[in-house]
């Protein structure tokens, strides 16, 4: 007969400790790399002469590729080890680091892209997990602070990057190596713990059925559709291998998976979106005004990113106070007043738009994997990476390449319309996972006379800016999407976290948990 699985939790030992702000030093390793490649984006988009789509392709590769590794090494995880995980991310952040430093065209940059995601979803495959296991009464929280790890990075890393002026962007991009070189001296000695799911006794294939053949399905068409597009795959293959996966998911557990959990990946594709397909592209959208007001436009994510890591140490309080659903609802508000003010402010007012933005996105990410991780802890690790891992599938696939997409689209419709011939001079046919369009072909532009220049900035600037005022609209549906969940809870009683127990156990004083029992 089992014991309490909670009884055999590791308690926040000091090794526990050191092991949480080891994973905190490998989130911002991720976040370094996240930075680099988004402050230099116009230099290598310019020396390889990349479109705003190939270059939003680059930054998508940056992030979907994330999903292929925290799912894989979340079906495995329990039966590898952490440590094992740790060491083959720690191997895919160097070595991309080098193909980056090596590149010279547009593939081997997607190449590097492509490993430094790779190492990135392995850090959250056993970051998540391990913290959620150590504080298995405060997820929200710990969850929260490691992930103050990400836009920590953004921040240092950013200001770094800036303070390095006009060296080559290649120099920029070598700062990933920084605290890469801590996680690897903090972590390599470290034990790590065993899941909370293992040690309640709950089975692989129960821990599967948490996600379900609709979760399947979900993950794995986006992961073989962008995999299909960058083989050449046939449309009707990619669609059969998505099929094959779906059906004998569901075969092996017998389960469409929990309604609720599917729920929370849908709502995850308009919130990596706001949060990180924004991300990838607020440098280039805000800089032809902040280059008026004389600041570097990278200050503004830099900004942003210092709000987030300022306040996530404080979502536990605002999380009870409010309940995480709450906290979730409040901000998608926020968020979306946040980015339509961002897309017509001018001068001062960027500073106001912005923190409304910072303030909005701040608790996103790492408020969904907590309630996530407390809703369904019989789904261990898959539950939470496979959430991680759509949400940067959907930014991967579908927000970066679309908001550059919408830009390019953008300055199609407006150039053809104000200057014809201009239009016909600089744009080439391309084509995308989006439909064809015409590009501003760089080489073309550095052609063109002064005042012409001018007109195609004019216009590039506007269709940016346009397309912040398209996202915003994301954070919106969220808002309502959790509005319904709060009213779904409450004629339940209330939100609960879920309390994985193998016997009944003296109740915990001054919480109130839902209890299962396995």
């Not at 492509?114 to 929280?141: D, M």
């Not at 909005?360 to 996530?372: A, E, I, Q, R």
């Not at 995308?432 to 072909?441: K, Q």
Request: proline share 4%; aromatic share 10%; with cysteine.
């Amino acid at each position: 007969m089992a014991t309490a699985a909670t009884a055999s939790v590791p308690h926040a030992s000091a090794e526990n400790k050191w092991i949480f702000w080891g994973c905190f030093i490998a989130l911002v390793a991720t976040s370094f790399g996240f930075i680099a490649r988004v402050l230099t984006a116009s230099e290598w988009g310019a020396e390889f002469g990349l479109t705003e789509t190939q270059v939003g392709e680059i930054l998508g590769a940056g992030l979907w590729p994330f999903a292929i590794s925290i799912v894989l090494f979340s079906l495995v995880i329990d039966q590898i080890g952490y440590k094992a995980a740790m060491w083959f991310g720690l191997i895919c952040h160097t070595l991309s680091t080098v193909i980056i430093l090596m590149a010279d065209n547009y593939s081997m940059m997607y190449l590097g892209t492509f490993v430094l995601a790779l190492g990135s979803g392995t850090v959250e495959a056993y970051a998540n997990p391990v913290v959620a296991t150590v504080f298995p009464r405060e997820k929200v929280k710990w969850l929260n602070m490691l992930h103050a790890g990400w836009p920590g990075g953004l921040v240092f890393g950013g200001i770094i990057a800036i303070a390095m002026g006009d060296l080559y962007w290649k120099y920029k991009i070598g700062i990933i190596l920084i605290p890469t070189v801590i996680y690897a001296v903090m972590l390599a000695a470290r034990h790590f713990p065993v899941n909370e799911r293992v040690l309640a006794g709950v089975s692989y294939r129960d821990m599967l059925r948490e996600v379900g053949a609709v979760g399947a399905f979900i993950a794995a068409s986006m992961i073989i559709l962008q995999i299909g597009q960058i083989f050449r795959f046939a449309p009707a293959l990619s669609w059969a291998l998505v099929a094959l996966v779906t059906v004998a998911y569901g075969a092996y557990t017998r389960s469409a998976g929990r309604a609720m959990f599917i729920f929370f990946l849908l709502i995850m594709i308009p919130l990596a979106t706001t949060e990180l397909g924004v991300d990838s592209w607020i440098t280039t959208l805000m800089s032809g005004e902040m280059t008026r007001m004389g600041i570097n436009a990278g200050w503004v994510l830099i900004y942003t990113s210092a709000i987030m890591l300022v306040l996530r140490f404080f979502a536990g309080p605002i999380a009870h106070s409010i309940s995480p659903l709450g906290l979730l609802a409040v901000c998608a508000g926020i968020a979306a007043v946040g980015l339509f003010a961002l897309s017509t402010a001018t001068g001062a007012m960027i500073l106001i738009a912005a923190t409304l933005y910072g303030l909005g996105k701040t608790f996103f990410w790492p408020t969904t994997l907590g309630v996530v991780a407390e809703q369904f802890p019989r789904g261990g690790a898959l539950t939470m990476n496979v959430i991680g891992g759509v949400g940067m599938l959907a930014v991967g696939v579908i927000g970066a390449p679309i908001m550059g997409y919408v830009q390019d689209r953008n300055v199609d419709n407006n150039l053809r319309a104000e200057a014809p011939a201009l239009h016909q001079q600089i744009t080439v046919a391309k084509n995308s996972i989006f439909g064809d369009y015409r590009g501003v072909n760089p080489q073309a532009v550095g052609a063109l006379a002064p005042a012409e220049q001018q007109t195609l900035a004019s216009v590039q600037e506007r269709s940016q800016k346009d397309a912040l005022r398209t996202i915003a609209f994301l954070p919106i549906l969220m808002m309502l999407c959790y509005i319904g969940l709060i009213m779904y809870f409450r004629a339940r009683g209330g939100y609960r976290p879920v309390e994985l127990v193998s016997a009944p156990e003296a109740p915990v004083p001054g919480a109130e948990r839902a209890t299962v029992q396995v």
